[in-house]
C-alpha cells in the first residue's frame, strides 16, 4: 500500500484514498523531469539530500487539476510536464 512521500502528507492507498479521488504517481524516470520533482519533495521534507526509490510515490493532491488527464482506459494519468505545487513555497509567498 503506497503512501505519499511528502514528510506532512498522510495520504495513504486504499479505500479512503479512492472515494476521495486521489491517486498515486511515481516520480517520472527521465532524469531532467525526475529532478524537479526530488528538488520539490526536498524542500517540503526539509532534508537537502534525501533521494526517492523505486517505489517511491507521490499523491495526486500536490499537483493542479490541469496536470492529469483520464487514459483510454479511464486511469487518472499525470502529464509528462507536470511539476509539483510546493507548499513550504506558498506558505512562505511564494508561487
Known sequence: MPSCVVKWCRTRSGCHSKIDGITFHAF???P?????W???VRLERQEPDWMPSKSSKICSIHFR?????????GCTMIH???????TVSILEGGI
Do not use: G, I, M, W
Open 28 to 30: 517520472p524516470k527521465n
Open 32 to 36: 531532467v523531469r525526475r529532478e524537479p
Open 38 to 40: 526530488v528538488q520539490a
Open 65 to 73: 487539476d490541469h496536470d492529469f488527464y483520464l487514459s483510454k482506459k
Open 80 to 86: 509528462k510536464n507536470a511539476t509539483l505545487v510546493c
